[in-house]
């Protein structure tokens, strides 16, 4: 019994070293770091990230007309809906 536990430790130690590996690998290739419980990009990966982000006046005018135009009506329901919740909630807070 206790030859067969320590066999699983065993494989459960390379397990972890090779999902370490892994880990490290991934990091390479997408360029970042770990700092505490921060993620820190290399300068490389900011670099290209800015040269293929598109600006808003870049999006605005590569979207669909109809996009444009039914963005505005859909965005003006959300403030009626919002107070609505608000006054819903009040409503249910004092009964």
């Known amino acids: 019994m206790n030859e067969k536990l320590n066999v699983l430790v ?3 130690k390379q397990l972890e070293g090779e999902m370490l590996a892994e880990i490290q ?3 390479q290739k997408f360029g970042y770091e770990l ?3 921060a993620v820190r990009f290399h300068a490389a990966v900011g ?3 800015r040269k293929i982000a ?3 006046a870049r999006c605005l ?3 669909k007309w109809l996009n444009i ?3 505005p009506m859909i ?3 959300v403030f009626p809906i919002l107070f609505m919740d608000v006054v819903a909630d009040a409503v249910n807070g004092l009964a």
């Open 75 to 77: 965005w003006f329901c």
């Open 54 to 56: 598109k600006s808003i």
């Open 25 to 27: 690998e991934g990091r």
């Open 61 to 63: 005018l590569e979207a």
């Open 69 to 71: 135009i039914t963005a």
């Open 35 to 37: 700092e505490g419980r």
């Open 47 to 49: 670099a290209e990230h």
């Open 10 to 12: 065993a494989q459960a």
